[in-house]
C-alpha cells in the first residue's frame, strides 16, 4: 500500500474498509468505526445479527494495515464466539482482499505481517483465564472484547495500564447480558469515559423484520429477552424471576464432550392443546444435546416417537442405558406405563423412571442453603446450581430461554421457596414452561435408586 493512501487510510476506517476490503458498512458500523478512529474507549452494547463480528474484523485489518508495529489483542468469553466467529470472519476479509492476502499471514491464533511475525500482530486469546490481556505494551496497541458482557472483570483489569499510549484504543462489544461489571460501567457510572453506542436490532438493515416480529410475539417488547436479544438494552432488574436471564445467556455456548457416559431423557407431557409435549436429552448431565417438540395430546403416538428417540440413541451409544424420566401428573402416567412394556418387548437399553413435580420438597444437596416447598422446586433448583457452577451448557432456543428465566419464586410462611404455578404464569401471558420442565426433568436424580425392574421416585 503506498504511502500516501496509508496517511489517509490511518484516520479513516471506512474507507478503508470499502476500497480494500470491498464492503459497504451500516450506518451503524460507520458510527462506530468513525468513532474508533477518534477516541481511545469505546463500548457498544447491540441486539443479535447487527454486524458487530463483521465491525469487529474490519476494526483489526484497518489497525494492523495502517500502523507500524501493533499489537492488536482480542479476546472473548468462549473458544467458539473468538475462533468459530470473529476470527473465522477475520480470515474472511483477508481471502478477498488481494493485498491483505499477499502482505499478512493468518493462523488459527494469530495474524502478522509477513516477515514480523514477534512484532506486527493481532492475537486471538479467549477470556477464560486472568493474564488473557496482559503483556500488551507498544506504541500501536489496540484491544478488542468482543462479548463483553460474559469477560470476567478479573480479566480487564490489565487493560487500562495498556492504554497509556496515544495511539491505543479498547473497543467494546457485546450483547447486553448483565447488569453489573466493566461493560455494564462503562455504559452507566463510567459512560463519561467512553464514547458508547447502542445499537437497536429493530432499526438494524442487517436483521430480519421477521426475527424482532417473533422475539415480540413469543415474549414481549417489553421482556428482557426482547431488550437484550433486540433492542441491545440491559435487562430490567427482576429479582423475582429464579434464573436470570444474564445467568442463562452465559451458558449457551459450544462444548466438547470426550467420552459419553450418561444419557438422561426428560419428558413433559402435555396437558392441554396449546401446550407442548417435549422429550429433552442431556449427556453426562451437563450437555443439552436436543429438544423434541410435539404438539399433539395423543399419548400413543408420543409413546413411539420416543421409542424412535431411544431406538436412535441406543444404535449411536451403544451399552449406554437411557434413562427416561417422565412426568406422571396427568396424561403422562400413561406414557409411563406403555413405556415400561415396550422396553420389555423390545429388549431396548432404557430404563422409564416415575417423576412427580408436586412431590416432596427439600434441598438440591445437603450443603445447599435453599429449601424448596416441592420436587419443582428441586428440579428448577438443580437447573440453577448447574449454571451456577458453570456445570450445564444449553441450546440457543428463545422460547427454552423465555420459559427458564420468566417463572418467579416466592418465599412461603415457613421460610422454603415456591416456584411459581402454571397457571399463575398463564394468567400472566407466560408461555406454559414445557421445555424448561423437560429439562428439569432430565436433570433430576432420584435420591434413593430403586432396582432397575422398577425405578422411581417422587
Given at each position: 500500500m503506498k504511502s500516501e493512501a496509508l496517511a489517509f487510510y490511518i484516520d479513516h476506517p471506512v474507507e478503508f474498509a470499502q476500497d480494500i476490503l470491498k464492503v459497504n458498512p451500516t450506518k451503524e458500523q460507520v458510527n462506530v468505526m468513525n468513532d474508533?478512529?477518534?477516541?481511545?474507549?469505546?463500548?457498544?452494547?447491540?441486539?443479535?445479527?447487527?454486524?458487530?463480528?463483521?465491525?469487529?474484523s474490519w476494526i483489526i485489518w484497518w489497525y494492523i494495515s495502517t500502523r507500524p508495529y501493533p499489537k492488536i489483542m482480542c479476546?472473548?468469553?468462549?473458544?467458539?464466539?473468538?475462533?468459530?466467529?470473529?476470527?473465522?470472519?477475520?480470515?474472511?476479509?483477508?481471502?478477498?482482499?488481494?493485498?491483505l492476502d499477499n502482505d499478512f499471514e493468518w493462523t488459527s491464533e494469530k495474524i502478522y505481517l509477513k516477515g514480523s511475525q514477534e512484532e506486527w500482530f493481532a492475537i486471538a486469546r479467549t477470556s477464560n483465564k486472568p493474564d488473557a490481556?496482559?503483556?500488551?505494551?507498544?506504541?500501536?496497541?489496540?484491544?478488542?472484547?468482543?462479548?463483553?458482557?460474559?469477560?470476567?472483570?478479573?480479566?480487564?483489569?490489565?487493560?487500562?495500564?495498556?492504554?497509556?499510549?496515544?495511539?491505543?484504543?479498547?473497543?467494546?462489544?457485546?450483547?447486553?447480558?448483565?447488569?453489573?461489571?466493566?461493560?455494564?460501567?462503562?455504559?452507566?457510572?463510567?459512560?463519561?469515559?467512553?464514547?458508547?453506542?447502542?445499537?437497536?436490532?429493530?432499526k438494524s438493515e442487517m436483521v430480519d423484520p421477521n426475527y424482532v416480529k417473533q422475539i415480540i410475539e413469543m415474549f414481549g417488547k417489553e421482556s428482557?429477552?426482547?431488550?437484550?436479544?433486540?433492542?441491545?438494552?440491559?435487562?430490567?432488574?427482576?429479582?423475582?424471576?429464579?434464573?436470570s436471564l444474564?445467568?442463562?445467556?452465559?451458558?449457551?455456548?459450544?462444548?466438547?464432550?470426550?467420552?459419553?457416559?450418561?444419557?438422561?431423557?426428560?419428558?413433559?407431557?402435555?396437558?392441554f392443546?396449546?401446550?407442548?409435549?417435549?422429550?429433552?436429552?442431556?449427556?453426562?448431565?451437563?450437555?443439552?444435546?436436543?429438544?423434541d417438540v410435539f404438539k399433539h395430546n395423543d399419548t400413543m403416538k408420543l409413546t413411539g416417537q420416543l421409542v424412535n428417540i431411544i431406538q436412535n440413541l441406543n444404535v449411536t451409544y451403544p451399552y449406554i442405558y437411557v434413562k427416561v424420566k417422565i412426568d406422571c401428573d396427568g396424561l403422562g402416567v400413561g406414557v409411563f406405563d406403555r413405556l415400561k412394556e415396550i422396553i420389555i418387548e423390545k429388549n431396548l437399553l432404557a430404563i422409564a423412571v416415575e417423576c412427580h413435580f408436586g412431590g416432596k420438597g427439600g434441598k438440591v444437596s445437603y450443603d445447599d442453603p435453599i429449601e424448596y416447598k416441592n420436587s419443582t422446586g428441586i428440579m428448577w433448583g438443580t437447573i440453577r446450581n448447574k449454571l451456577l457452577n458453570q456445570n450445564l451448557f444449553l441450546l440457543n432456543d428463545d422460547e427454552l430461554i423465555s420459559q427458564l428465566t420468566n417463572r418467579k419464586y416466592f418465599i412461603e410462611s415457613d421460610g422454603t421457596i415456591r416456584l411459581e404455578r402454571k397457571e399463575e404464569m398463564k394468567k400472566r401471558g407466560v408461555h406454559s414452561p414445557d421445555r424448561a420442565d423437560a429439562l428439569a426433568l432430565a436433570l433430576y436424580e432420584p435420591v434413593k435408586t430403586m432396582e432397575m425392574s422398577e425405578v422411581s421416585f417422587i
Open positions: 474508533v478512529a477518534k477516541y481511545s474507549l469505546v463500548s457498544v452494547k447491540s441486539g443479535h445479527g447487527v454486524g458487530k463480528s463483521a465491525l469487529e479476546t472473548a468469553p468462549t473458544k467458539h464466539q473468538l475462533h468459530d466467529i470473529l476470527w473465522a470472519e477475520a480470515s474472511k476479509w483477508k481471502r478477498n482482499s488481494k493485498a490481556l496482559q503483556g500488551t505494551h507498544a506504541e500501536h496497541v489496540l484491544i478488542i472484547i468482543d462479548e463483553a458482557s460474559g469477560v470476567p472483570d478479573i480479566v480487564f483489569e490489565p487493560v487500562l495500564g495498556s492504554m497509556s499510549t496515544k495511539d491505543a484504543k479498547l473497543l467494546m462489544c457485546g450483547n447486553p447480558t448483565g447488569l453489573s461489571g466493566f461493560f455494564y460501567e462503562s455504559h452507566t457510572k463510567l459512560r463519561n469515559m467512553y464514547k458508547t453506542h447502542t445499537i437497536d436490532g429493530s428482557d429477552v426482547y431488550r437484550v436479544r433486540v433492542a441491545g438494552e440491559f435487562p430490567k432488574a427482576n429479582p423475582d424471576s429464579f434464573i444474564s445467568l442463562v445467556e452465559e451458558r449457551l455456548q459450544e462444548t466438547e464432550l470426550k467420552t459419553i457416559n450418561s444419557i438422561s431423557l426428560g419428558v413433559d407431557v402435555a396437558r392443546g396449546d401446550d407442548e409435549s417435549v422429550v429433552c436429552t442431556i449427556l453426562n448431565h451437563r450437555k443439552l444435546a436436543k429438544l
